[in-house]
């Protein structure tokens, strides 16, 4: 299922770009700013980017799994879960 984040599930949206953000970025970048990426972090990241006028949608399959961001036509982010 996708849906459409708003306020009641930004967090959700959050920690799934949180978690896939810090997984993709571990290989390259330091653990210290890693670490700086967390769900409440991103969860600004996301409001900032609703208020300048960007869709967010999850893609929800039992848990959480995946967040985009659209501006326009544009995908700005994509963040997808590693399945365990």
């Known amino acids: 299922m996708i849906t459409r984040v708003n306020e009641e599930n930004i967090l959700e949206a959050a920690t799934i770009h949180s978690c896939a953000w810090q997984d993709s970025h571990r290989s390259f970048c330091a653990?210290?700013?890693?670490?700086?990426?967390?769900?409440e972090r991103q969860k600004q990241y996301l409001q900032k980017k609703m208020a300048a006028g960007s869709e967010i949608f999850m893609m929800i399959r039992?848990?959480?799994?995946?967040v985009v961001t659209i501006n326009k036509d544009v995908i700005e982010d994509l963040y997808v879960l590693r399945q365990s």
């Open 62 to 66: 039992d848990i959480p799994l995946a």
């Open 31 to 39: 653990e210290e700013f890693i670490k700086r990426h967390t769900p």
